[in-house]
Structures are given as structure tokens and as C-alpha cells.
């Protein structure tokens, strides 16, 4: 399929409206000389094989523009094999470009002598016309090879996004995925409220997996990762010329990306206050309108936000629009953090155990009893994040299938409420000292390595030796 058969829709609403304005009829061919769009009589031969082509031909192969002012006299006429049958009396073309090569021709066609008239007597508007309705159609073609390629790149992490799972059965957080349930069939605002590390994108993705929208990709936006200059292009896109360093062809934005489907705005928070008022439009009239542009583009889309912040806070601050809020508190739902939902810890590190196990080649049994102690008396401030992160640190640090105390990091040893809390204080320094010998030297040192490390730690090779036999690190 050619490029301009790709979006012939679009473009045989274009010539419509284009014939209206001229009072003339209209008609783009591609670079195979299929007919892709046409008015009056040529409406009924879209899809079809332009026969009498030399005209359209020689503007393919020029890049040039070209004009018939007389059938009878033109020399691509004189040889055409539809010459005898055909109704046009004049026609001026312009061509269409991509990337530098001719892809397709846009033409005005003249059929009675009233219509030639005038063709003729404003050719230079008709042609200057036709240049620029060219260059609008080279946009659009440029618009839907990016969000194309957007598209297909996405589509590699397209059933991770789909993808979702909440592990454990705690009343706090099944009363949020019931809630989230519940609510994905509608197109309601939801404003997903938590810690870091909670799980709101999880719910995000969740909620649209159960939606009418899943079949077509989520578009996620941190407000947080995005430059405060860059926020509105990224989110509306731009329009070619509407700022220094804009891209030839304009860019299209996030929410045009996501038409038909659900766009998430994580750290709406951290999003500035002149953008809030953009996007209070966005959400109130359905329309988007580019940086530097000038038509309101319908979109359908469902959002969903998220924060870790206290907005609320923010509105008494004047840090976030109240009218925004209001907009998007239309659905709240609390994610409760890890310390609160403490009894799916246990099922949680038996998750990520057996994730990391078959991610990284490992076997992981379990974890000791003091060590899970531990980590159910740690307060866990980055939430199921840092638990991930935790477990497998520990699939790449223990060296035995089950996971020891001594295989947690100090932080969350020191942190928990239990930590050594049964050791005796030569048990604990010895714990330290064998964590810091390990970290400095590895099984299977060379004799000059093990000298240098004794000089370092300013003590004896004999001691050294000592202690790196006592905690089997020779």
C-alpha cells in the first residue's frame, strides 16, 4: 500500500472540501497512477488505474508542476490512448512530496468551458494553491509515519503495558482493586493517590486492561521526567516554526497519541501551573490544540492520574489549580503503602523470589526466619519498589540457596525494629567485619593482594589471615 493510500480517507474528505471552495473538481493519483481521491466524475474511480497518464507521468518522474491549457494542442494528449473519450478540457498539478521524492500528484481538472476560463485566468492562485494544499499533505504524511513508527516501537512493550499483577490479599488493598475494577469500564477521570513505589502504574495498567480501550496501547507520561520548557510539546506537540529548534514537520503530541485510548499523567504534581491550565481545557472540551496552531483537534481519550504528593497542600499553596483538582479528583483511589499492608510481605518476597530466579538463573529457596523477621519489622519507606530492588540484590549477592541475615543490606538490618536485636555485640562487630572484608577482597586473592589489603587495614598478615579463614574468604 502506498503511502498516500494509507491515509485515503483523510484525503478524499480533503478534496471534497477543497472542490467546494474552487467551485472546481479535484483529484490525487499516487505514484503507481492509482486514482487515491477525486470529486465529480472521478469520484466513482477511486482504486482505480489512472489509463490516460502521460500528464501525471511526467510530473512523477520531473517533480515538477505541469498544466494542460488545451487538449486539443498538448502534446501528452496527442498520444494519449483515452484522448477521444476524455472530458477534461484543462489541468493543473502540482506534485506531492516525502522525504525529498515525488509520492503523488494533487490536480485541479476543468470539464466545461466556464471552469477552463477560470483555470486559466488564475493559474498563478491555482497553482500556489495546489503548492501549499502539497505541503499540507506532506505534513499529514509525515504526522502518521511518526506515530507509525511510535506505534511499532511501543508495540514491543505493548503486553508489558498490558500487564499487570497485584500480589497479596490485604482489605486495604483489594478494597482499591475492587474499586478499580469497577470503574474501568467507564470513561471517568481516575486520580490514583499513594507513596512512591505503591504500585500506581500497576493500577493505572490494571484499569485499562479491563477497559473497552485495552486493545490499544496506554500512553504513560511521567510530568516529573519531562524539562518544565518541554512539558506542553510533549504533551499537545508543536507545529512546524512554532519555536526555536522545532522539527521541520511539527510534532505530534502525547495526547493525540493516545485517541481512542487511555493516557496516564504519573506525577501530575510535579506538572507547571501554565500547563495545568492547558490541560483543564483539554479534559473539559475533548480538543487539543498544538503549540503555534490554530485548529482544535478532537481527541477521545480516558485519563488517568497519579501523585505521591499532598495536593490538596498544593491548592492552599497555589502550587496546583483548584479547578484542575476538582477536574480530576472525579475518582480517587488510595494505594496504601507496604508498611500498612505488612501481612503481603510474605507472598510478596515469594513473588519476586521466583521472578528473579528465572530472570537471572538463580534458586532462590526461600528466605531464614531472621532475615524475614527483619524485613517485616523494616518500614519499607520505597514501598514494593524497594522490596523488588531488595530481592534481587539478594539473587545476585547470597551465595546460598536460602537468603541469611547476614545476606541483607546494613540499611535495612539497622532500620528494622528487630534487626540484631538477639545478637550479642561480638556477633554484630563480627557480622561488620566480615561484610567489610568481603567487600574489599574476593576468594581466590593473590598473595600480593592479600599483603596490600593488610597494609590498607594497618594490620598484620598473620591477622588478616586470621579473620579471612574465620569467615572463609580465603
Not at 480501550?213 to 507545529?239: H, Q
Amino acid at each position: 500500500m502506498t503511502a498516500l493510500m494509507k491515509i485515503q480517507s483523510f484525503i478524499q474528505a480533503y478534496v471534497q472540501a477543497i472542490a467546494s471552495i474552487l467551485e472546481a473538481d479535484v483529484t490525487v493519483v499516487d505514484n503507481e497512477l492509482i486514482r487515491v481521491a477525486g470529486t465529480g466524475i472521478y469520484a466513482d474511480e477511486i482504486g482505480r488505474t489512472v489509463t490516460h497518464g502521460n500528464f501525471f507521468n511526467q510530473i512523477l518522474q520531473s517533480g515538477e508542476n505541469g498544466i494542460i491549457t488545451d487538449v486539443l494542442m498538448d502534446e501528452n494528449c496527442l498520444v494519449c490512448e483515452k484522448r477521444a473519450t476524455c472530458r477534461e478540457l484543462a489541468n493543473v498539478a502540482y506534485p506531492i512530496f516525502k522525504n525529498g521524492a515525488v509520492v503523488g500528484i494533487i490536480s485541479i481538472i476543468a470539464f466545461d468551458e466556464g471552469q477552463r476560463e477560470k483555470l486559466l485566468q488564475e493559474r498563478g492562485q491555482m497553482e500556489e494553491f495546489l503548492k501549499y494544499m502539497s505541503v499540507l499533505l506532506e505534513s499529514k504524511l509525515y504526522t502518521d509515519e511518526a506515530r507509525e513508527r511510535l506505534e511499532q516501537q511501543l508495540k514491543v512493550v505493548h503486553d508489558a503495558e498490558k500487564g499487570w499483577s497485584f500480589v497479596g490479599n490485604s482489605p486495604k488493598m483489594e478494597e482499591a482493586i475492587r474499586i478499580g475494577k469497577k470503574v474501568a469500564k467507564t470513561n471517568s477521570t481516575v486520580f490514583l493517590r499513594g507513596e512512591s513505589g505503591t504500585g500506581k502504574e500497576i493500577m493505572a495498567k490494571m484499569i485499562h486492561a479491563h477497559s473497552d480501550r485495552r486493545d490499544k496501547l496506554m500512553i504513560s507520561i511521567n510530568c516529573a521526567a519531562i524539562p518544565e520548557n518541554l512539558v506542553e510539546s510533549e504533551l499537545f506537540g508543536y507545529e512546524e516554526g512554532a519555536f526555536t529548534g522545532a522539527k521541520k514537520k511539527g510534532s505530534i503530541g502525547k495526547f493525540e497519541l493516545a485517541h481512542g485510548s487511555t493516557i496516564f499523567l504519573d506525577e501530575i504534581g510535579d506538572m507547571p501551573l501554565h500547563v495545568q491550565t492547558k490541560l483543564l481545557r483539554v479534559l473539559q472540551e475533548s480538543v487539543v490544540e498544538r503549540i503555534g496552531g490554530t485548529k482544535p483537534i478532537p481527541i477521545d481519550i480516558r485519563v488517568i492520574c497519579a501523585t505521591n504528593k499532598n495536593i490538596e497542600q498544593m491548592v492552599e499553596e497555589g502550587t496546583f489549580r483548584e479547578d484542575l483538582y476538582y477536574r480530576l479528583n472525579i475518582i480517587p483511589i488510595e494505594l496504601p503503602p507496604l508498611r500498612k499492608r505488612k501481612e503481603d510481605l510474605p507472598a510478596l518476597i515469594e513473588y519476586y523470589i521466583a521472578y528473579y530466579n528465572q530472570k537471572l538463573g538463580k534458586s532462590m529457596t526461600g528466605i531464614s526466619r531472621d532475615a524475614m523477621q527483619t524485613l517485616l519489622t523494616y518500614n519499607w519507606p520505597g514501598n514494593v519498589r524497594e522490596l523488588k530492588n531488595i530481592i534481587e540484590y539478594l539473587a545476585n549477592i547470597s551465595e546460598g540457596d536460602e537468603v541469611q541475615l547476614a545476606d541483607l543490606p546494613d540499611h535495612i538490618v539497622l532500620r528494622s525494629e528487630k534487626g540484631f536485636e538477639d545478637w550479642s555485640l561480638e556477633e554484630i562487630v563480627g557480622e561488620y567485619e566480615k561484610r567489610v572484608l568481603g567487600s574489599m577482597i574476593k576468594k581466590g586473592a593473590t598473595l600480593e593482594e592479600k599483603n596490600t589489603l593488610a597494609e590498607t587495614l594497618k594490620i598484620s598478615r598473620a591477622t588478616l589471615y586470621r579473620k579471612l579463614k574465620k569467615y572463609d574468604l580465603l
